[in-house]
């Protein structure tokens, strides 16, 4: 049973090879959980759950501090370079049964670089994908996570003028989800205020959702 004063959120992150979703999970866990680097292949090719220690100083219940912990489930990128679209999306879809099946996914995130240009058959098949995974009411419980924002930074672009210079597909799939999106910076990433700061924006996004779950059954 979970400590009273100890509140567990669930996420998953879902994406192409190379936008960097393994190295945002171990941000996200301040740990180093995940296999990530560059690679002329798919550097995932299995399911795997990371978990936080404890982290104090983000949530307050019932006028108390409370503790925050974090499980990150890390999923092979679709497409892949060797694993074809069924396959992935089975093994995530088993995964996420597994992990979160009694306690439910609080988030779905989805890993764009921010440093590329997101296309339209490229939007399109991931948000097929992530139906396929969801279900309908996939939006509610996606958020986007655009990596390398520093060298969107070093390019010229602040948030502001990113989006206001971005594509319409990348607009139009930001308010499918209702704005939920966080910029995340690949050299601060591991550093701790950088970390609470994405993970006081995730908190606010679960809030905002009333703190519901999705995938949630009983066992058998």
Known sequence: MADSNEMTINLVVLGKTQTGKSAAGNSLLGSSDFESGLSPSSVTTRCSLGRSGRILGL????????????RVLDTPSYPHSALGKERVRDMVRAALAQHFGEEGLHLALLVLRADLPLCPDESNDTVQFIQELLGPTWKDFTAVLLTHADKAEEAGYCE??????????????????QQKYIFLDNHNSIIKEE??????KLLNFIQKNNYQVLLKHSKE
Do not use: F, K
Not at 195 to 200: D, E, P, S, T
């Open 59 to 70: 949530i307050r219940r019932n006028g108390c501090e409370s503790a925050l912990r974090v």
């Open 160 to 177: 502001e003028t990113y989006l206001h210079s971005a594509s319409s597909t990348l607009l139009s799939l930001l308010n499918s989800v």
């Open 195 to 200: 970390r609470n700061i994405v993970l006081r």
